[in-house]
Nanobody, 117 residues
Framework: QVQVQESGGGWVQAGGSLRLSCSAS?????AGWYRQAPGQQREWVAS???????NHADSVKGRFDISRDNAKNEVYLQMNNLKPEDTAVYYC??????????????WGQGTQVTVSS
């Protein structure tokens, strides 16, 4: 069974930083970070391609940075200048390539990030 594991969440005061990590039991071709606040839909936060190209949601641009370490098969989300509205469960979506077939996606269980004002 494929496993995707997030870590690094926690409690931090506004203006603080956290670094989330995502590891998987399959080779990560591409990945994305998503978040879901209570009572809200899950939203995309950032993504990174196999070539290392990145995209970030406008709400986090300039504060969050997605990166990857291919040797470790890990993806990270560096979160700086955190705001209370960043409070959510953060999920990693790992994408695995399959020859001649669409990418296969796997989700982690999420890690809680709480930012206090």
């Amino acid at each position: 069974q494929v496993q995707v594991q997030e870590s690094g969440g926690g409690w931090v005061q506004a203006g603080g930083s956290l670094r989330l990590s995502c590891s998987a039991s399959v080779t990560i071709t591409a990945a994305g970070w998503y978040r879901q606040a209570p009572g809200q839909q899950r939203e995309w936060v950032a993504s990174i391609t196999s070539g290392g190209a990145t995209n970030h949601a406008d709400s986090v641009k300039g504060r969050f940075d997605i990166s990857r370490d291919n040797a470790k098969n890990e993806v990270y989300l560096q979160m700086n200048n955190l705001k209370p509205e960043d409070t959510a469960v953060y999920y990693c979506k790992a994408l695995k390539s399959r020859l001649g077939r669409p990418l296969q996606e796997f989700w982690g269980q999420g890690t809680q990030v709480t930012v206090s004002s």
